[in-house]
C-alpha cells in the first residue's frame, strides 16, 4: 500500500478539478470591444494604451482614438492566428505556460523559496556541459512503463561496458543520431528543456544518468565534457544558401563572393548595408543581418566555435560552413556570464521564458495549496484509491463519486468531478503495478492545480490577466507575422524593380561621400600617392597601386572623423572604430589583408539618390510593409469589430485628460 502521505500528495491536483467552478466571477459587462468574436474590456484596453504610452515607438503620443486603430490591427492579427490553429501549437502552449508559472512563483513564494530557485540556476549558468543522449519515444499506445524499463536496460549494458556511442546509433529515435551518433556538443544553462537540463548539470563527468522524461520521451544522458560557461556573443552574419548536393563549382563561388565581401569589410565598407544587398537569409530586411545572441546548444557548433573565436568587436571571421549555408561573421558584443548580483533580472527572464526548474516544484505546489486553503478527506482518498487499486478499469460507483475528496473553502469537491478527466487513462490502470498508479495520477492531475491557482490569481490581481493574455497574444502576434510576411512575403527581384521604380525619390542618402581605397603591398607606393594628393595631383592606379571606388553614407563608421561638410572639428577628432585615422580628408596609410592601404573623400552629396543594390534594405521593407497592408485590408473586410462609441469617448477624456 502507498503511504497515506504519498496518496495525499498525489491526489492533491484531485482537489483543483473543481475549483474552476467555485472561483466568482464578476458579471460581464458591455464590452468595450469586440474583434472577431473577442471581448476587449475597458480596463484592459487601458492598461495596454498606458504602456504604449510608456514604452511606444511612435514618434508622438498617440490619442486614444489613435492607438484604437493600432491595437484593432493587433487583434485582427491574433484573430487570425487562432483561425489558423497557431493557438493549438505545442510549443507556444508550453511558453506560454512556462512564462506563465513563472509569474505565480511571485504570488507563491516567499522571499527565501525564489532566492534559492535563483541561485540554482545561477550556477548552472556558470558551466557548459557537453553530452551524448539516446531518446526513447513514447508509442502512441502510451506505454510508459515498457519504455522507462528499455531505457534502464540500456543503461545497464552502459553500466557493463556496451560503448554508449554504439548503443545510440542502434536504438536512439532522435533523427539527427544518423550524423552525430547521439552526440549533442556543449549547451549551456537555459537551452535545452528543463528536465533534460537539470539532468545534465546533475549527472558527473563520464557518468550516465537515469531515465529523464520530457516531452520527447526517455532520454539516458552521458556527460562527455564540462568547461566554464563562455558567457553569449552578438554577431551579424552575410549568408549564402548552399542548396543540397551544391557542386564545388558552386561551393567555390559562393566562397570568393563572401571572400571579397571581406575585403570590403576590411576596407571599411558597412555590414548592415552589405548583409542587405547580398545576405539570403529572409529575415536580413529586419535585422540586418544580426543574430539572436549567441551561447553554446541552440546553434551549429561551427557558427558557435567561429563566434567566440573573434577577439575583439568589429573583427570579421573567415568564411564559414554550417548546415544553413555559407557565413561571414562580424562580431558585435560579448557578455560574459555577469555576478549574481547584476545579472538576477536576466535569470528571472531566463526562467520566465524556460518555466520554473524542479527545485521550486515542491515549494509551489505547496504556495498553491495554501492559496486554495484545500482540505482534504483522508478516509475517502482512500477509499478511491483502494478501489482503482482492486478493480482497476471500472470506473468508480455512486457510492464513491458522489464523496467528498476535499473541500475549498468549506466548498464541497466531489469525486465525480474528476472522474470525466480521467475516464481517458483507465486503462493504464488496469495493465499498472500498483505502485505506478500514483504516478499516473499524478501525470494526469499534477497541473490542475496551477490552473486553478492561475485563475484564482489572475481573477484577484488584474494587471497579471491583462500582462498574461497579452503576453499569449504576442507569441501568437509573432507567429502569424512570421508567417505572413517576414517569411511568408519573400519578393521576387522583379517586384522589387517594380517598388524602386515606383518610390525611386524616396531612396536617398542625406549625405554621402564618394571615396577612393588606395591599395598596395609596399607601404611607399602609397606614402607616395598621399603624397600627391595633398600637393594637388590625382594619383594613378598601376600595376603598383589599385584604386577601388566605393560610395559611403556620411554616418557609415568607417567616415568616422573624416572632414566632411557639417561636421564641427570636434567631430573629426572622434576615435573610429574601425580605427581609421583620418587627417582632413585622407586617412592614414595603415596595414591592410592585402598589404597596405589609405583612404580618400573624392566627393560629397546631399539627398543622393540610392542605386538599386543601394537600396535594397529599403526595398524589402517596403515590400513587407505592403504585404502587411494587404493582410489587414483583407482581415477588416473578414472579421467584425464592434467599438462602444460611448464608452471610447469617455475613456479618452479620463486616459488624455490624465497626460
Known amino acids: 500500500m502507498v503511504p497515506m502521505q504519498r496518496i495525499l500528495r498525489l491526489w492533491l491536483p484531485l482537489a483543483a478539478c473543481l475549483l474552476t467552478a467555485v472561483v466568482v466571477c464578476g458579471q460581464q459587462a458591455k464590452p468595450f470591444l469586440v474583434v472577431a468574436g473577442d471581448t476587449v474590456s475597458a480596463e484592459e484596453f487601458a492598461y495596454a494604451y498606458r504602456k504604449n504610452s510608456r514604452y511606444g515607438v511612435h514618434a508622438h503620443r498617440l490619442t486614444v482614438g489613435e492607438f484604437l486603430q493600432s491595437y484593432i490591427d493587433f487583434r485582427l492579427k491574433v484573430a487570425d492566428a487562432k483561425a489558423r490553429g497557431l493557438d493549438t501549437s505545442l510549443a507556444l502552449r508550453r511558453e506560454y505556460e512556462n512564462f506563465a508559472r513563472y509569474k505565480l512563483a511571485g504570488y507563491l513564494l516567499d522571499s ?67 550524423d552525430n551518433k547521439g552526440h549533442l556538443g556543449y549547451f549551456s544553462a537555459f537551452t535545452m528543456v528543463v528536465p533534460f ?114 577577439r575583439a568587436d568589429g573583427a570579421v571571421s573567415h568564411v564559414v560552413r554550417s548546415p544553413f549555408g555559407l557565413h561571414l561573421l562580424q562580431r558585435i558584443a560579448h557578455r560574459p556570464v555577469g555576478a549574481y548580483e547584476e545579472i538576477q533580472q536576466d535569470i528571472r527572464e531566463q526562467l520566465a521564458r524556460v518555466g520554473m526548474p524542479v527545485e521550486g516544484e515542491e515549494a509551489l505546489r505547496e504556495g498553491a495549496t495554501k492559496l486554495l486553503r484545500v482540505v482534504y478527506n483522508e478516509q475517502t482518498i482512500s477509499n478511491i484509491f483502494s478501489y482503482i487499486q482492486k478493480h482497476g478499469a471500472t470506473p468508480l460507483p455512486d457510492s464513491l463519486r458522489l464523496l467528498c475528496i476535499a473541500s475549498m473553502d468549506g466548498v464541497c469537491l466531489p469525486a465525480a468531478a474528476c472522474v470525466d478527466r480521467l475516464n481517458a487513462h483507465w486503462q493504464d490502470f488496469g495493465t499498472l503495478e500498483p505502485h505506478r498508479y500514483a504516478d499516473v495520477v499524478d501525470s494526469v492531475l499534477g497541473q490542475a492545480i496551477w490552473q486553478t491557482a492561475l485563475r484564482r490569481i489572475r481573477a484577484e490581481h488584474r494587471e497579471l490577466d491583462f500582462m498574461l493574455r497579452e503576453f499569449r497574444d504576442g507569441l501568437l502576434l509573432f507567429e502569424v507575422s512570421e508567417r505572413q510576411v517576414w517569411q511568408g512575403a519573400v519578393p521576387t527581384e522583379r517586384e522589387l524593380e517594380r517598388l524602386y521604380k515606383q518610390h525611386k525619390d524616396e531612396f536617398r542618402y542625406p549625405h554621402c561621400a564618394t571615396v577612393d581605397a588606395y591599395r598596395s603591398v609596399n607601404v611607399h607606393n602609397l606614402t607616395e600617392a598621399v603624397q600627391q594628393l595633398e600637393n594637388g595631383e590625382q594619383p594613378k592606379a598601376d600595376s603598383l597601386v589599385r584604386v577601388e571606388r566605393v560610395r559611403y553614407s556620411a ?31 585622407t586617412s592614414e596609410v595603415m596595414p591592410d589583408t592585402e598589404g ?64
Open 112 to 178: 527565501a523559496e525564489q532566492e534559492a530557485v535563483l541561485r540554482a540556476a545561477y550556477e548552472r549558468m556558470l558551466r557548459e556541459v557537453d553530452a551524448s543522449h539516446i531518446l526513447l519515444k513514447i508509442p502512441d499506445d502510451g506505454d510508459t512503463l515498457a519504455v522507462y524499463q528499455q531505457a534502464l536496460a540500456l543503461r545497464d549494458e552502459v553500466l557493463r561496458g556496451a560503448n554508449f556511442d554504439s548503443l545510440a546509433v542502434r536504438y536512439s529515435q532522435d533523427p539527427s543520431v544518423r
Open 197 to 310: 537540463e537539470l539532468a545534465a548539470y546533475n549527472t558527473r563527468l563520464g557518468d550516465v544518468s537515469l531515465p529523464v522524461r520530457t516531452q520527447y520521451g526517455y532520454h539516458l544522458i552521458r556527460v562527455v565534457g564540462i568547461r566554464p560557461a563562455r558567457g553569449r556573443m552578438q554577431v551579424a552574419h552575410i549568408m549564402r544558401v548552399l542548396p543540397a548536393g551544391a557542386d564545388s563549382v558552386r561551393i567555390f563561388r559562393e566562397v570568393a563572393l563572401l571572400d571579397s565581401l571581406r575585403g570590403l569589410l576590411d576596407s571599411g565598407a558597412d555590414f548592415g548595408q552589405l548583409a542587405l544587398q547580398y545576405s539570403q537569409d529572409p529575415s536580413v530586411g529586419k535585422t540586418r543581418g544580426i543574430l539572436p545572441w549567441i551561447v553554446a546548444g541552440p546553434f551549429p557548433s561551427s557558427i558557435t566555435d567561429a563566434a567566440f573565436g573573434l
Open 596 to 659: 597596405f592601404v589609405f583612404y580618400h573623400v573624392v566627393a560629397q552629396h546631399e539627398n543622393e539618390p540610392k542605386t538599386f543594390q543601394e537600396a535594397q534594405g529599403e526595398l524589402r521593407s517596403l515590400y513587407q510593409a505592403e504585404v502587411e497592408r494587404q493582410w489587414l485590408k483583407k482581415l477588416r473586410r473578414q472579421y467584425r469589430v464592434q467599438v462602444d462609441k460611448g464608452a471610447l469617448k469617455r475613456l479618452a477624456k479620463r486616459l488624455e485628460g490624465a497626460e
Open 555 to 585: 554616418d557609415a563608421p568607417l567616415l568616422q572623423g573624416a572632414s566632411l561638410g557639417g561636421r564641427t572639428p570636434v567631430d573629426a577628432d572622434l576615435t573610429n572604430p574601425l580605427g581609421v585615422k583620418w587627417h582632413g580628408q
